[in-house]
């Protein structure tokens, strides 16, 4: 079983990666753009199309992809940290993700607090953060699996529990989760859980993850509670 305590020391906070983002949605773009350009000019064979409008393609994806690992809930109005209802968080993030669970055919267990529970943050990240956790057990689980989220109350914390029967990590692999642009996956942006720990930082909350290869993970997400 690996194990990793994050140590959130070595994450910066959203805000100073913003500059390093729009150089990620601008480098597909710009090559995006390069080859709609060459198919724009010249002669061009079917098989040359069919691989300019390829590239072209998959530069489109990946911008989207950069902009979903990051940006999903950001509204124009500067977010404000207030107290969050978690379990009203919860279902909206689940509400947005359950369609695509269902489409790999995963089924979405969630176990809802006794008791309304809050915690301090920023709506739209505590969201963003919920949901690149969540994508990514549904990611790991191609074929099928079962996705568990459940939230409770542990002293003065707020607990979250996701965990995936999915493909699992080793011991490498949890070391690096989280370094920006880290990815395993031949679309993947290796963005999504460097988010997911500079939110938490942000938080002061703290995040173990627990994974077994082959079996699944677990990410144990614990925030200070408020009332
Ligand atoms: P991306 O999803 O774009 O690859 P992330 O930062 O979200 O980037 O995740 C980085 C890597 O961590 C993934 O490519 C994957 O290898 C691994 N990973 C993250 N979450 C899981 C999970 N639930 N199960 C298995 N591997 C995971
Ligand atoms: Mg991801």
Redesign the pocket.
Known sequence: LQEEFVNMEKFHLIGEMAASISHEVRNPLTSTRGFLQLLQTGQHSPEERSLYLDIAINGIDQAN?VLT?YLTFAKPSIDKTQRLDVQAELFSVLSLITPLAHFSNIVVQYEPPGQPLYVLGEKQKFNQCIL?IL???I??MPSGGTLTISASEQDDSVQLLIE?T????SKE?LQR??SPF????EK???????VVFSIVKAMSGNVKIT?QQGDG?CFRLSFPRVH
């Open positions: 992809h690992d690149n994508k990514n057990c990611e790991a995936d999915g493909t699992g990590m692999q989760l989280g880290y990815s395993t996956k993947g942006t290796g963005l999504g859980m460097m994974s993970s």
